[in-house]
């Protein structure tokens, strides 16, 4: 329920936002729209429909008890990891090159996702990141970062 | 030339050669797609799109047309031997298609749908191809009204079809098209919502989007079970349907036809209605209808034909009209753009090659999925047995990749990133995500339509009730909402009177 709050929230605040940035692009008038006419109708009926969800859970909240979806920490912290993982990615992938890069994060992403063995890990994201460049690179002529060493 | 010689000309594309294998690589990835879990078409196709760049734009089109059907085939086969629907399509073929397989009677259950997906694919081509060329010419005399009515009544559609909460997709579409405003003003040029990032000038992409809410998204939620699929037990038995089963189910598949083609048509309805609906006609005129739920092969019949004819009669307001009808053909129209075609009513005079090549070759990507996956069924059940473990990784490989060669844009990563990390919140938040998209992809088409109309009227809100065709849709579209509205109230008002009377 806590989790319903915060998203419409959000939300509101979301619209709010959007209201006030279109306010300053410029409105103009109905007959002649200005480029902050559209986001302004779209984030006033939205902050609307959201406060009406707010409400309506409000009404709701003092009459039923909802059961609660809990996350437990281990989920968060897989969560966590997986879009750290993704943020790495595009930061280094310019930097050491496409397949290093893709070894440490498939190795990364292989123990996140409960892999146990060493070995595993380690060959199987060998296996994945000079396959993926093979095939991609080599094979489908995708453009791919290299890294100083020329792969 | 008449509509033999324009289909005869799309032979003449669709069959060349590097178009059949585009095809042949199109709905083999859909079906395996479509088996896999945490991976649907919307993401898929969103990963090729760097590589179909490299493509003829109509072989890049018919690969991920392929895909599309060939993943409403993929996703039934969970449905049946899992009780997993592998697409949303296919939610329906639980019902009758597990039951089926629990009594050892899986494999008629997957032939019969292969068959009648087949049978309603193909026949819902043939009203393609006669309808999509009248509806585009008829199309020519809209304006802004018009298409704004459209895609109005497309946004309604699918935000009644939210399966969470209604009002929920309803503040989804509209924070898509308020996404969809940041970038240049086409109007005057201006910059909007930019914060001074150069990235963001000529919008946010669609495919960092998509493959954030429904690519990471999805891995995000499938990481709090991490669990492969347990197909151990489910029997298949032979394939071929016996004769007693084709009796059964000739008139389900023929309704099914017809039921996915009409409603394919709708726009904004795609392929997810009219199995629903095919299974409750099946359901209200059976001489048994008790039996339904239990494992009878009208249940798998009518629903499968039904969707496999709707999603290929949603190509019509796509290539027509240039409107999506569901989030996969929202995706298909962003590579039409990035590909420098403009879907819409001079698509089919302007790029013939293009409309025509890629309906023909759907008649192919039919026989070839009903030829091959037959005698294929045994090896995508070994694909269902791959752990999570392993595809999860590889998911969010081929969704960096697919993100990061777009553009060489490391910028559209980190957007992904965040999607993805919203659509995880949207949904533990019971939002969904397919309005938001529909939302996002129709923005431009909205906010043009919405303020030519304005300026046509002079500010009168009238215009879109007083024209004839843009008054029909809007009341269609009103009625859509009055539909989900006035039960709500009505509700409403139940509980403030009971409150009252306590």
Not at chain 1, 90 to 100: H, N, P, Q, R
Not at chain 2, 201 to 227: H, Q, R, S, T
Not at chain 2, 309 to 327: C, D, E, K, R, T
Request: one cysteine or more; hydrophobic letters at 55%; aromatic letters at 10%.
């Amino acid at each position: 329920m806590k989790a319903e709050y915060l998203s419409s929230i959000a939300i509101v605040v979301i619209s709010f936002l959007a209201c006030a940035g279109a306010g300053k692009l410029g409105v103009g008038r109905i007959g002649s729209p200005g480029p902050g006419f559209f986001p302004l109708v779209l984030g006033g009926t939205t902050g609307i429909l959201s406060l009406i969800i707010l409400f309506s859970r409000l009404w709701k909240g003092r009459k039923f008890t909802a059961a609660q979806s809990r996350v437990s920490a281990g989920v968060v912290i897989k969560v966590v990891c997986i879009l750290a993982a993704l943020v790495a990615y595009g930061f280094f992938v310019e930097k050491i090159g496409y397949v290093l890069i893709t070894f440490i994060i498939f190795g990364f992403l292989l123990k996140v996702a409960g892999t146990k063995k060493w070995s595993f890990v380690v060959g199987g994201a060998a296996v994945v990141a000079v396959g993926s460049y093979i095939l991609f690179s080599w094979l489908l002529g995708v453009s791919l970062p290299t890294s100083p060493f020329g792969i | 030339m008449d509509i033999f010689s324009h289909i005869l000309y799309g032979f003449q594309i669709a069959l060349i050669p590097v178009n059949i294998l585009a095809c042949f690589a199109g709905v083999i990835l859909g079906t395996l797609v479509g088996v896999l879990p945490g991976l649907g078409p919307v993401a898929t196709m969103s990963m090729l799109l760097p590589i179909t760049l490299k493509m003829p734009p109509v072989t890049a089109v018919i690969m991920l047309s392929g895909l599309y059907y060939g993943a409403q085939y993929g996703g039934s086969i969970t449905s049946i031997l899992v009780n997993v629907p592998g697409e949303a399509t296919t939610v329906v073929t639980c019902l009758d298609g597990y039951k089926m397989a629990q009594k050892g009677r899986g494999g008629p259950a997957l032939g019969i749908s292969a068959i009648g997906s087949f049978i309603g694919g193909t026949l819902s081509l043939i009203g393609v191809m006669f309808l999509a060329a009248p509806i585009a010419s008829f199309a020519l005399k809209f304006g802004p009204p018009e298409y704004f009515a459209i895609c109005f009544l497309a946004l309604t559609i699918v935000t009644s079809l939210a399966a969470k909460s209604t009002l929920k997709g309803f503040v989804m579409a509209m924070l898509g098209m308020l996404v969809g405003t940041v970038g240049m003003d086409l109007g005057t040029g201006m910059s909007r919502f930019t914060f001074g990032i150069q990235t963001l000038a000529d919008g946010i992409g669609l495919i960092p989007v998509i493959m954030g809410l429904f690519g990471v998204g999805e891995i995000l939620l499938n990481v709090e079970k991490l669990v492969g699929m347990n197909v151990g037990d489910t029997k298949i038995g032979k394939i071929w349907p016996t004769v007693k089963d084709w009796i059964d189910s000739r008139w389900a598949i023929l309704r099914g036809t017809v039921i996915g083609f009409v409603l394919g048509l709708i726009p904004g309805s795609g392929a997810i209605i009219s199995p629903f609906v095919s299974y409750a006609v099946e359901k209200k005129i059976s001489k048994h209808p008790e039996k339904f739920g239990t494992g009878v092969i009208e249940g798998v019949a009518g629903p499968e034909t039904a969707n496999n004819a709707s999603s290929q009669a949603s190509f019509i307001p796509l290539l027509s009209l240039g409107i999506p009808s569901n989030v996969v053909t929202a995706v298909l129209l962003g590579a039409l753009m990035i590909y420098g075609v403009e879907p819409g009513p001079l698509l089919v005079a302007n790029r013939p090659d293009m409309f025509w090549g890629v309906i023909t070759s759907m008649y192919l990507g039919n026989v070839m999925l009903v030829v091959l996956n037959m005698p294929l069924i045994g090896l995508w059940v070994q694909i269902l047995r791959i752990p999570y473990r392993l595809l999860m990784p590889l998911i969010l490989l081929f969704c960096l990749i697919g993100v990061y060669s777009i553009n060489g844009n490391v910028v559209e990563v980190w957007i992904m990133a965040l999607f993805g990390l919203i659509g995880y919140l949207m949904n533990k938040c019971s939002y969904e995500p397919a309005p938001f998209v529909m939302g996002l992809v129709l923005s431009p088409i909205v906010e043009d339509s919405f303020r030519q109309s304005l300026v046509l009227s002079d500010g009168s809100f009238l215009i879109f009730f007083t024209r004839p065709l843009s008054g029909v849709l809007m009341l269609i579209s009103v009625a859509v909402l009055a539909g989900y509205c006035v039960p709500l109230f009505k509700r409403k008002i139940e509980v403030i009177k009971e409150n009252v009377a306590d």
